[in-house]
Each structure stands twice: as C-alpha cells, then as structure tokens.
C-alpha cells in the first residue's frame, strides 16, 4: 500500500547520460554492429543490453534484473528492445545506467550517477560480466579492461555483507506485488525493558544484533543536515492514534493520510487510518489494507506515513522499525516524480519512564548511511512537527474509536480499563487524560467521548 498505482502509459526515464555505458540508439547500434563486425574492436560503449540479447547472452523476462544499494533492493525486467521496466512503478529506463542513477537517487539524492554496469544484476550476476562474456566470445583478443573499465568506483556500493544469502530476482518480484508494501504485519516480540543505544555505537549491520534494539534519534543538525520538509499533524489525527495505542499491550499499527504540497514543502497529516488486525494475522491484512486504500481515495488523501506503538517501552525506533521505515520512504518517494517525505510516527501509552500520565508521542524520519559506509543502518532523526488544534471531533473519528473498541472487545490482551496506573490514577483516566492533551477547540468533545469511555467500562 505504501505505493501507487502504475502510470496508465509507461513513462520512459533517461537518466546517467554523464556514463559511458549509456544504451545506443537502435540506428547507432546497427551502424556499429555493421562498420564493425565482430572481427573489430567493439568499443566498450557499444556492448549495450541489445547487443545482449541479440546475441544470446541474456534473454527478455520479469524480474531479472536487480540492483542493491545501501540496503535496498529493486528489480527490474528486461524488455526485448533492451530496456528496463521497473517493476515498482512500471516506469521505461532506456539503459543500466538510467535505472541504476534513477534507483540511487531515491536512497541517495546527491548520487551524481548510477555505474549502471557494476549495479545491475542479470539473474544474480552483474552485468559487466556478461558484457565480459560476449568480449571472450566474439573478441577473445580484445582487452579484457574494455568491459569493467570504470566499473569498479562503487562496487562497495552496491553490495551486501559477504556470505548472506541472496533473494532471486523473481522471489523479490513476487514479493513486491503481492505484498501490498506490508508495514503492518510483522510479527514482533512482547515488550520489555529495553535501554536504548546512541547511533554511534552500532558501526556495521551484524546478523547477530537484535532487531529489537532501540536506537537514540539524532538531530538534522547533529549530522549537519537541516529538515527537507515542514510538518503539520492535525490533533484529531493525534487523539485517534493514541486512543488505538492505548487499548491493548500488544503493539499496534495504522496508517496516515494527507496530503504532500511540493511549492511549501509542506506534509500535512490530516487523518489516522488503525490497522483493525492483529499483527501476525497476514490473511487478514490485504481486506483491511484494500479498505484503509478506498477510505483514503474516498477522502481525496494521499498515504502520508504510517504509525505503530511500543506498549511498554520507550517511544524510539527499533533497528526493525528504522531498516522499515527506509523502505516506506523509498516507496513512497519512488511513487512520485519527485521528492516526497513518508512521515513514521512512534506512540509510548504505557512507558513508564513517560512525564506524567500522557503518552510520548515521536516523530521520526531515516536518513540513508553515508556512500562510503553502506553496510551501516540508516540514521533515524526526529523531525520537527507543528501540531494544529482542531475545530471539533469529526463524526469519523468518533466512529472509528467505536470500532476499535468492538474489534478488540474479545481480544485476550485488552487493556483492563479499572487497573490502577498509578496509586491515584486508573488506566481509563491515564487514557482520558493523555487524549485530553489532543482536544479540539469545541469543548463539547468530552461529552461525546464519554459515550467512547462508558464502552470501555462496559467490557470489564
């Protein structure tokens, strides 16, 4: 879900023309192949994706083409004109190096270019091989030089720690269109106490590190970045998410819809959409993802971010959380013609290292790992919000707290509204006054959310 939908007529994209290994036109290939012959010197920019495939090396398919860079994967199919159509979007690359300059940008946008040859992966292997294949095949005399030459400036780039096990291409395919973006249903481990870790400490992805780690969020200007974009939440958005967080010790999950306005630069968070599933139930989850999708086009949103809970621990991003929300923001990034940002948001209801009895609430983006480190995890920054005061409690809000409070009625990790907080301090009144700090202007809500409280009452 944290896409779109393809474009109705496949846009071509050409990018990395500042690369020597940029496709031919189809009349330059030909008068090449023709001048030339396989009894001359092929010049290193003429092996291109068509002289490939004329000749045998590689054949036209879905998803066999790949790219990994700094964590990320893309794959790609190969077209019979040579060209290369990214399965995310369905967008045209005319070469390698388009897609490849293209694909890092989205993790990287100051990547200056794409070394397409060296990223792209045919079936597991790199291009360049095969580019090295079809000189020993037709050119055994040529220098070996003319098919990597060039090649090898970000091969540290482009690959994952020795010795892990590679997903084939068309797994990653399958995956990435059945899946619907899953943010949501990944089953994670009961909460604990856990002390979060500065991101300095962490060095290196470590297989054996626990994806649960909390990590410390760094500021923009801590890594000498400033913030690509303005934020503004609306407290209705606020109250119904903590509402949801607050119903279960399990952790729970929901989307965000608003809208992106690329002159301001600004996100606006306008709705909160819960997630009305459990966490491991992934045949659920399609039904319920395919309903918050209508609800969103319904509304006129656009998918903006999404949210979850750490019941009991402190409101930080996991090493999970951080590795899943560089991939919300690349999908939601690689959706569009241009930048936009994917908001996640982390909500603590019942830490009790928390100031008083409201839940902390934190905003948090990724920052990619710099190129020359790019086996390290991504940097989570907190992001500056500006919270805006509804006028009033909508008629959906109020509905979709009734549902919740249906949905989780039965469920065996429901909150027990009449335990005690504190000494003084029941968790219905914890609840009722971490949502007071998310009231709308109209001071009549309390009455209305009353009807919400006598629900939670009933169930004890």
Not at 282 to 302: T, W
Request: glycine share 8%; net charge negative; proline share 6%.
């Amino acid at each position: 879900m944290m896409g779109s939908e393809p474009p109705s007529s496949p846009q071509v994209v050409e990018e990395g023309g500042d690369e020597e290994d940029e496709e031919l036109s189809g009349g330059e290939d030909a008068e090449l192949r023709t001048s030339a012959g396989r009894g001359s010197v092929l010049t290193r920019r003429g092996i291109t994706l068509r002289v490939l495939l004329k000749d045998g090396l590689v054949e036209p398919g879905d998803g066999v083409l790949s790219i990994h860079y700094l964590g990320k994967n893309f794959v790609g199919d190969l077209l019979t004109d040579g060209k290369i159509r990214w399965v995310e979007t369905g967008q045209i690359f005319n070469s390698p190096s388009a897609w490849a300059t293209h694909c890092k940008r989205l993790v990287n946008p100051a990547k200056k270019s794409g070394c397409g040859w060296a990223s792209v992966r045919y079936r597991g292997e790199k291009l360049v091989q095969y580019k090295t294949s079809w000189l020993r095949k037709y050119q055994p005399t040529a220098d070996m030089s003319l098919a990597s030459e060039g090649e090898e400036d970000e091969m540290g780039d482009d690959e994952e720690e020795e010795g892990k096990t590679a997903v084939p291409a068309e797994e990653k395919n399958r995956k990435s269109k059945t899946e619907l973006h899953d943010i949501t249903l990944v089953q994670r481990r009961g909460d604990r106490e856990r002390m979060p870790v500065r991101y300095c400490t962490l060095g290196t992805r470590d297989v054996a590190r626990d994806p649960h780690t909390l990590v410390e969020l760094s500021a923009f200007s801590a890594i000498n970045r400033f913030q690509p974009f303005n934020v503004a939440v609306s407290s209705n958005v606020l109250l119904l998410m903590d509402f949801h967080c607050h119903l279960t010790t399990s952790e729970v999950v929901g989307y965000l819809g608003g809208r992106w306005d690329t002159t301001t630069q600004l996100l606006t968070v306008l709705r909160a959409f819960p997630c009305r599933t459990r966490l491991a139930d992934r045949e659920a989850a399609p039904a319920v993802e395919e309903e918050i999708c209508q609800n969103l086009f319904m509304r006129g949103l656009s998918l903006v971010g999404w949210y979850h809970s750490h019941p009991r621990g402190p409101a930080l991003p996991s090493l999970q959380d951080i590795d899943s929300q560089m991939d919300h923001q690349l999908r939601l990034q690689g959706s569009s013609n241009g930048f936009q940002p994917c908001l996640g948001i982390i909500c603590g209801p019942y830490y009790h290292g928390n100031q008083g009895v409201a839940s902390t609430i934190t905003p948090f983006w990724v920052v990619p790992p710099p190129e020359q480190r790019p086996n390290d995890y991504g940097i989570p920054v907190a992001v500056e919000v500006t919270y805006v005061q509804d006028n009033f409690l909508t008629t959906d809000v109020l509905n979709e707290m009734m549902l919740l409070v249906e949905f989780y009625r039965a469920a065996p990790d429901l909150v027990n509204f009449s335990q005690m907080w504190s000494p003084d301090t029941s968790i219905l009144d914890k609840i009722k006054a971490s949502l007071s700090g998310h009231a709308p202007k109209d001071q009549a809500y309390s009455q209305i959310l009353e009807h919400v409280y006598n629900q939670l009452r009933s169930i004890q």
